[in-house]
């Protein structure tokens, strides 16, 4: 069992949608999560970084840590063509050791 | 404020052959994380160096190595390639304390091996 799980997707969504990507991981021991949006052919960029439980805000983007069902989300509101990308999920609990998910590849249909 | 360096962005070698990938982190970032991202893994954690050492490592055989400098600047190297080590090698920087601990990735270099 990989330490991080995302469903790959892909998800197609409509133009002005609500995107809810979702994770699972199974260490109890993880505080650092994060969400990285990946285009094609370039690096991840950070979307969202939170330490331990709880919610964070981001103009369209929140962020959700469950940490009792060790479950991480990331809602996108009014998805744009532009958020059309691979959406990948980090946790960790050593400092700089993560572990990724495989990544939900979006489709923003205009 | 310039990003995360990689270089090359793409090579090819052959089965047998090493290979050097260079990174060059963030200003004032005195962490480098190393990754490994394929299609069918994902992203897959090499190793980290601070301060010139390694302090984490990820499972992977020893072919695969790297080293920092004291400018911060770092090399991984894989030696006797083989074709399962064509991929997307991710290096990212960080400042490595509580909190600001978040990675910030180049654009990759991405290796095919024949």
């Known amino acids: 069992q990989k330490e991080v799980e995302q469903d790959p997707g892909p998800l197609s969504v409509p133009e002005g949608a609500i995107v809810s990507l979702n994770c699972t991981y199974s260490?109890?021991?993880?505080?650092?999560f994060m969400w990285y949006r990946q285009y094609s052919r370039k690096g991840p960029e950070l979307l969202m970084y939170?330490?331990?439980?709880g919610n964070k805000e981001d103009g369209r983007f929140t962020a959700q840590v469950d940490k009792s069902s060790k479950y991480i989300s990331l809602f996108i509101r009014d998805s744009q063509p532009s958020d059309s990308a691979t959406y990948l999920c980090?946790?960790?609990?050593?400092?700089?050791?993560?572990?990724f998910g495989s990544g939900t590849k979006l489709n923003v249909k205009p | 404020k310039a990003g995360v360096t990689q270089t090359p962005r793409y090579l090819i070698k052959t089965r047998g052959q090493q290979v050097t990938l260079s990174c060059s982190p963030i200003?004032?970032?005195?962490?480098v994380s190393w990754y490994q991202q394929t299609p069918g893994q994902g992203l897959q954690f090499l190793f980290e160096?601070?301060?010139?050492?390694?302090?984490n490592k990820g499972n992977f055989p020893g072919r695969f190595s790297g080293r920092q400098f004291s400018n911060s600047r770092s090399e991984m190297n894989v030696s006797t390639l083989e074709l399962g080590d064509s991929a997307l090698y991710l290096c990212?920087?960080?400042?490595?304390?509580?909190?600001?601990?978040?990675?910030?990735f180049g654009a990759g270099s991405r290796l095919t091996v024949l």
């Open positions: 990212a920087s960080s400042f490595r304390e509580p909190g600001a601990n978040v990675l910030t």
């Open positions: 260490n109890s021991a993880f505080q650092y």
């Open positions: 939170t330490y331990s439980s």
């Open positions: 980090a946790a960790g609990y050593n400092f700089n050791k993560f572990y």
């Open positions: 200003s004032g970032h005195r962490s």
């Open positions: 160096y601070f301060s010139e050492t390694q302090r």
